[in-house]
């Protein structure tokens, strides 16, 4: 693991860390699993946590031993009929939906002069951070649409790494997903995993929740 005091930047998942739209993805992909007749279980859930909208819908599908039953066409629409009810309950969302100690803690590395970009795979994260009215935090999101693999892969971490200008190593990734605390460490980066222990077990550093997450914590944990 790296020393604390190499580190200078912050690259963040949204989804399940600085808000619990986590929840809500899983709302409307569980709409969609039940329309497919494809089973949900927990497992299924946290897998799809941190994949992208359609490696998602493959997922349901394969759950359900259905990939080969819809077109192309036919995928897109589910995936965008998801999307669409995601998007009514992200539209109620306001600051109140900030994770416990998230807002305190964006402050409290801001302050310190760590630099901090967003690593989501999401492509609703700017109307997300929107409605947090956070934007200002992130002047550097990854457009998830520039990728080529999406998590476990390191590619999104990297280039989170690299719209801060700093190397990996210079670097903490935080996730609430298993890939992708794996895409935090093929890049390179420290991951800290907020969530349960067992999920992100690779994790360089666990927090339960979001309101452990201090630099003082971290630094506890790190040389
Ligand atoms: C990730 C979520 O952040 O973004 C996934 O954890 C979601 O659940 C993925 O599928 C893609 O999001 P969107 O908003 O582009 O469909
Ligand atoms: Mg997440």
Known sequence: MAKFSDIKGFVFDLDGVITDTSVFHSQAWHQV???VGAPWSKKLEDGLKGISRMDSLEMILKAGNLSDKYTDDQKVALATEKNTNYLKLVDQMTPDNILPGIKAFLDEIKDHGYLLSLASASKNAPKVLEKLQLTDYF???VDPKTLS????????????????????????????AAAGVASINAAGETSIGIGDKQTLKDADINFENTSEMTLANIQKQMA
């Open 33 to 35: 699993a039940d329309k």
């Open 139 to 141: 002047p550097k999101i």
């Open 149 to 176: 693999k999406g998590k476990p892969d390191p590619e999104i971490y990297l280039k989170g790494a690299e719209l801060i200008k700093l190397k990996p190593e210079q670097c903490i990734g935080v996730e609430d």
